[in-house]
């Protein structure tokens, strides 16, 4: 009489990590690791959370939630019937409750799709870029998760990201890796400065007007705030003002004070208008080389500015 031998399973695990949300200075992330335990009848899972800080991506704290053993009943032989599955609770996080992580982080409850943005990044040996020049996660930010960087820069970007979540600062990545029904996956922040890009640069027109170049950012600030009052006292007030650094050499980075077109192309009609409330003739300008943007905002006071020459646009350059 002969027996059925059913070969050893290899050893198999498996990672996948799931974003919890966020707050002002901290974002949470639930590991969890699940593993067959080397037989066909029993599997472990074994669940962490991760806290972030999203300055700099230093893990704050770590605590085990649970730790789970699952085992399948080996004898089972009815086919009609599942088998009994057996839970064994190794580990038990008594202390972290669900309505810590609630009150604690906040994440939206409404899906959000994937931005369309997304379309044009590109994977580099040194990270994943955006339009091929913004340098959004670095390759060393894969360093510390499940899925090898190598690995995963081989895939197409749109069989890579499983989601996209966003706060005020970050956004945060879920890359997944692997068969499409048995993938693993990891969430990767990109950097509180990159993330500020990529907002800007999403929303990013082909076409500018220019008022004026400074070399700084508070001077090109300095010069949009008398200009909006110079608008207000004319009871105009569909002026859309936009400062932007830009790189206008190999050397020199500098801030450009804009007007946002509300559409493309602009009108003449209402460019000729704005030159005349302002007092000042304006040109066209591309955004090709355009970095970072910041809206117009009033200083608090802090004692005397020092003027400068550029400040007011001349009439008629």
Not at 18 to 31: I, L, P, Q, R, W
Not at 109 to 121: K, M, Q, S
Not at 233 to 256: C, R, T
Not at 266 to 294: C, G, P, R
Request: glycine share 2%; net charge negative; proline share 6%.
């Amino acid at each position: 009489m002969s027996s059925l031998v059913i070969a050893t399973p290899d050893w198999l695990s498996a990672t996948n990590e799931e974003y919890m949300g966020s707050n002002d200075t901290f974002y949470a992330v639930m590991k969890t690791v699940t593993d067959n335990q080397g037989n066909y009848y029993s599997s472990r899972e074994v669940k962490s959370l991760f806290e972030y800080s999203k300055l700099d991506n230093a893990i704050i704290n770590q605590e085990l939630v649970s730790d789970i053993i699952y085992n399948i009943d080996a004898e089972h032989v009815d086919p009609s019937t599942p088998p009994k599955v057996t839970k064994v609770i190794k580990a038990k996080n008594k202390k972290l409750l669900l309505s810590v992580l609630t009150t604690d982080y906040k994440k939206s409850t409404i899906p959000v799709p994937v931005p369309a943005w997304t379309n044009h990044l590109k994977w580099k040996d040194e990270g994943l870029y955006l339009y091929g020049s913004l340098l959004v996660l670095p390759k060393n930010d894969f360093a510390d998760k499940e899925i090898p960087f190598e690995q995963i820069k081989q895939q197409p970007i749109a069989d890579s990201i499983l989601a996209v979540y966003q706060d005020d600062q970050c956004i945060y990545f879920s890359f997944k890796h692997g068969d499409p029904d048995n993938y693993q996956n990891c969430i990767i922040r990109v950097s509180p400065d990159a993330s500020k890009q990529i907002n800007d640069w999403s929303t990013k027109l082909s076409d500018y007007l220019l008022l004026s170049e400074h070399e700084t950012k508070e001077k090109a600030n300095a010069t949009s705030i008398k200009l909006i009052e110079i608008a207000k006292k004319k009871e105009f007030y569909a002026m859309n003002l936009e400062i932007w650094s830009a790189q206008k050499d190999a050397k020199n980075i500098v801030f450009y004070l804009v007007h946002r077109p509300f559409d493309l192309p602009m009108d003449e009609a209402k460019i000729k208008h704005l030159n005349a409330v302002i007092n000042h003739e304006t040109k066209l300008i591309k955004s090709n080389q355009f970095l970072k943007k910041w809206i117009p905002f009033v200083l608090p006071q802090q004692g005397p500015v020092e003027e400068e020459n550029e400040t007011e646009p001349e009439s008629g350059s």
